[in-house]
């Protein structure tokens, strides 16, 4: 099982409002890949939103991670996701800052995808509707990769077009491209993702025994699957939950049952209206569950107990992820920041989690995915056709070409 984390540009409050403060909190989770990359986490997940204040200001990840990328040597860095309808932005410029992140991350771009989060997100570009959303998605997720190989591309599709033909550029970073995913919710789109040979990328709001049913449709269609999406099947699901991990085991409790905890949710359950609310169905402005009860060291245990959350110190903290590893996930993926934990405990638990916790559970200093797109396999011809016979031999170049013209 290998683990990641989670950046969304979460800045609750009036922070929201500051420059000031939007800059601190995008330029600390940019750090947290930084410190993770030195502690044997495998994966950096950025979000994508957009107009969705105080949740997400995530809204152009590609030049934080250009960013990371500099500064770390070994953490895969992802799109968590790319939203592809083609109101919001063309493929052809999705396909080509896909293949420049290849290039700049050296093979540690992880490209994944999906329809979008919810009306009041989608409705920034054009006045798009989610019902409108899979039918672009299907048809998108096929051409990306037919770019990345192609090198006369063309296409009509249902609101875009490529006359072609064109030779969409750079193209991905040596073999094969990067590995794909989709994010999932119902058990439906589970299998589908299966079926395609693609990741999974699971945004769980809910208890982690619960979704043993998703995982096991997503593995049983990806035993057969029935349409491989570009040159290598990604046989991945990736899980995100929250983590408290200190070592002081009452510190890290007593961040659980924190005053504001669980404003986070209030602000999913008003902006995801995609998928259902949250089991306490608060809803932002209302304040959390946490402002009304009263947390016992009982009520706490139940909660970790049911998956809700991984707390305490790495021993437990373990034990407690054994659950995961029993319902089939791949990968465990954790956001931050963690309401009700400062800056300096964060980086802490980053340090904590990564030397003590990992190596438990991941003896592979490799990536999943980059022994999968080891056997990456090309799916389309270079050419869709002849070359007219108009085209005449180059027979000049410059002295200083990288190549000569004989290669």
């Known amino acids: 099982m290998e683990f990641g984390i989670f950046s969304n540009g979460y800045i609750p409050g009036p922070a929201a409002h500051d420059t000031e403060s939007e800059h601190t909190e995008l330029m600390r989770e940019s750090e947290y890949a930084v410190i993770a990359d030195r502690n044997?986490?495998?994966?950096?997940?950025?979000?994508?939103?957009?107009?969705?204040?105080?949740?997400?200001?995530?809204?152009?990840?590609?030049?934080?991670?250009?960013?990371?990328?500099?500064?770390?040597?070994?953490?895969?860095?992802?799109?968590?996701?790319?939203?592809?309808?083609?109101?919001?932005?063309?493929?052809?410029?999705?396909?080509?800052?896909?293949?420049?992140?290849?290039?700049?991350?050296?093979?540690?771009?992880?490209?994944?995808?999906?329809?979008?989060?919810?009306?009041?997100?989608?409705?920034?570009?054009?006045?798009?509707?989610?019902?409108?959303?899979?039918?672009?998605?299907?048809?998108?997720?096929?051409?990306?990769?037919?770019?990345?190989?192609?090198?006369?591309?063309?296409?009509?599709?249902?609101?875009?077009?490529?006359?072609?033909?064109?030779?969409?550029?750079?193209?991905?970073?040596?073999?094969?491209?990067?590995?794909?995913?989709?994010?999932?919710?119902?058990?439906e789109t589970f299998a589908k993702a299966g079926s395609l040979g693609i990741g999974a990328i699971a945004f769980n709001f809910e208890p982690i025994h619960n979704l043993k049913g998703r995982l096991e449709a997503y593995k049983e269609a990806a035993a057969s699957p029935t349409e491989i999406i570009g040159q290598f099947q990604n046989n991945n699901v990736m899980m995100t939950n929250g983590v408290i991990c200190l070592e002081d085991r009452e510190r890290a409790r007593e961040i659980a049952k924190a005053r504001g905890r669980g404003y986070l949710v209030?602000?999913?359950?008003?902006?995801?209206?995609?998928?259902?609310?949250?089991?306490?169905?608060?809803?932002?402005?209302?304040?959390?569950?946490?402002?009304?009860?009263?947390?016992?060291?009982?009520?706490?245990?139940?909660?970790?107990?049911?998956?809700?959350?991984?707390?305490?110190?790495?021993e437990e903290v373990s034990e407690q992820l054994e659950a995961y590893q029993s319902v089939g996930c791949d990968q465990v993926v954790f956001g931050l920041p963690i309401e009700g934990m400062q800056h300096e405990e964060i980086k802490e638990m980053l340090e904590i989690f990564g030397d003590q916790v990992i190596p438990e559970f991941d003896k592979d200093p490799v990536h999943s995915t980059t022994r999968m797109r080891e056997t990456a396999q090309p799916k389309f011809e270079a050419f869709n056709n002849e070359l007219p016979p108009e085209v005449h031999e180059v027979t000049v170049i410059p002295d200083s070409a990288i190549l000569p013209l004989s290669a």
């Not at 030049?63 to 895969?76: C, N």
């Not at 700049?104 to 570009?125: D, I, K, P």
Request: hydrophobic residues 35%.
């Open 266 to 314: 209030t602000m999913v359950n008003l902006y995801h209206d995609t998928m259902p609310k949250s089991p306490d169905g608060i809803t932002w402005p209302h304040a959390p569950a946490s402002t009304l009860i009263e947390w016992t060291d009982e009520m706490l245990d139940q909660i970790i107990e049911a998956g809700y959350m991984l707390c305490g110190n790495p």
């Open 40 to 187: 044997n986490w495998k994966y950096m997940w950025y979000g994508e939103h957009h107009g969705l204040v105080e949740y997400s200001h995530m809204s152009a990840p590609a030049p934080l991670m250009g960013w990371v990328a500099a500064q770390t040597e070994r953490i895969h860095i992802g799109s968590a996701i790319t939203s592809l309808p083609v109101t919001k932005e063309h493929p052809v410029r999705i396909a080509e800052r896909a293949a420049m992140l290849d290039h700049v991350t050296n093979n540690r771009f992880e490209f994944g995808t999906g329809r979008g989060a919810g009306s009041h997100e989608l409705m920034t570009f054009s006045g798009t509707q989610p019902s409108q959303t899979k039918a672009m998605w299907d048809e998108v997720i096929r051409e990306i990769p037919r770019m990345w190989e192609q090198k006369d591309y063309s296409f009509e599709g249902n609101g875009w077009s490529v006359p072609g033909p064109h030779n969409i550029l750079p193209k991905p970073y040596g073999k094969g491209h990067p590995p794909i995913w989709v994010a999932c919710g119902n058990p």
